[in-house]
């Protein structure tokens, strides 16, 4: 692994992170009245274009980082559909 695809997956990891303490937040206290469901939904259509491209250009630190940062994206929108 080289130095530019380490900074990819720390990249990814550290955006990861950032929403780590939403998603935990909202499961934790089953409110959600302050997330956007426009920008969630915003936010996941972009990952997912971001992870069509990664696919594409075969590029491991962009395809394993962003289905990490996609599925906690889900998780804080099922969280505001559940617990409206």
């Not at 491209?53 to 099922?78: H, K, W």
Request: proline share 2%.
């Amino acid at each position: 692994m080289d130095t530019i695809q380490l900074t990819g997956y720390l990249a990814g990891f550290v955006i990861a992170v950032s929403l780590t303490p939403q998603v935990w937040k909202a499961w934790k206290t089953k409110s959600t009245r302050d997330i956007s469901l426009l920008w969630n939904s915003i936010y996941i259509f972009g990952l997912l274009l971001f992870l069509v491209y990664g696919i594409g250009i075969r590029e491991m630190p962009i395809i394993v980082m962003d289905l990490i940062e996609t599925t906690l994206a889900v998780l804080l929108i099922v969280a505001k559909l559940v617990y409206k």
